[in-house]
């Protein structure tokens, strides 16, 4: 079984992790928090673990009016972007036609739930033909608020991803550990017990990005600390590495989300490990959603 968090700063876990990274070295300092504030004019590049784009999501969760959609879509119509960050936003079910009808197309649609199959007889639920029918491309599985409170296991979480991306829509995989777990030190045996939920059922990772949202800090104001969050998003690297594949856990983006907003948005996005963010109550704000998104320019050193 996993070792306790604190654990992972040994020098043996650490040389596992290294040959993931991108960078010829993966110095082990503590100084690495600084990697993006380097103020050279050379040309820069984004450094991350994961080799796809830095991804903001925006979980709009069951909030908003049509009025409030409508003024939230133009702020980020509106908003100047950073090119190299993919983005989605993820409104309520009866809001997904009017969002990806006035939203710029430099921002893709997610559903915030999907049904583990083919739709039918099941009052309340929605298919994923029915996603990509109306042309939503995402959806967000797993999260918190659908496991603690709805009470989806991991095992039914896992089988509504892998039937979402057999109809190709790609998925924000969410785990994370509640704060009795944490304090007991099994931060780590929750979120390879859930990642292996989807490892289970899920056998093509290029569409899936995984969040990982620890639930004491989801819309508590607590946000874990760039450090707390890096050993997380390690661990799981080094998880899929030894249970998918290398080529896997190179490749895969993990992005954070947990009361991320645009005042620790910059911090957390210099850890190498940290691939962006799934953003809930700030995403409803476009000005403090831009500035997240542009938070990518964080993770640019000189190249």
């Known amino acids: 079984m996993a070792a306790a968090p604190g654990s992972l700063a040994c020098s043996s876990r650490l040389s596992r992790l290294a040959d993931l990274r991108r960078t010829p070295a993966a110095p082990a300092a503590p100084q690495q928090v600084h990697l993006g504030c380097s103020r050279r004019r050379a040309q820069r590049t984004v450094a991350m673990a994961g080799s796809g ?31 190299d960050v993919d983005v989605v936003v993820a409104p309520p079910f009866i809001y997904i036609d ?17 049904w583990i199959g083919k739709g039918g007889a ?47 829509v790609k998925v924000i995989a969410c785990i994370g550990e509640l704060l009795e777990e944490r304090e007991a030190g099994k931060t780590f045996d929750v979120c390879f017990k859930q990642m292996k939920a989807y490892a289970d059922s899920i056998s093509n990772w290029a569409d899936v990005v995984i969040a990982y949202e620890p639930v004491w800090a989801i819309g508590t104001g607590k946000v874990a600390t760039p450090e707390q969050a890096q050993e997380v998003h390690a661990a799981i690297r080094d998880w899929l590495k030894t249970n998918v594949s290398p080529d896997v856990a190179s490749s895969i983006r993990i992005i954070y989300g947990g009361s991320v907003n645009a005042a620790n948005c910059a911090e957390l996005a ?12 700030a995403s409803l704000k476009g000005p403090d959603f831009t500035t997240i998104i542009n938070s990518v320019t964080s993770k640019k050193v000189a190249a």
């Open 270 to 281: 210099k850890k190498e490990d940290i691939d962006g963010f799934l953003v809930g109550g």
């Open 53 to 83: 784009k830095f991804f903001v999501g925006g979980n709009w969760k069951c909030n908003g009016t049509k009025d409030s959609i409508s003024k939230l879509v133009s702020e980020l119509n509106a908003a100047t972007l950073e090119t």
């Open 98 to 114: 009017q969002v990806k009808n006035s939203l710029t197309g430099r921002i893709e649609v997610s559903s915030q739930n999907v």
């Open 122 to 168: 099941y009052t309340g639920e929605i298919s994923a033909e029915q996603l990509v029918d109306i042309g939503c491309q995402w959806v967000i599985l797993g999260h918190s608020e659908r496991r603690n409170i709805i009470g989806e296991t991991d095992e039914f979480i896992g089988k509504k991803a892998a039937y979402a991306l057999s109809q190709n």
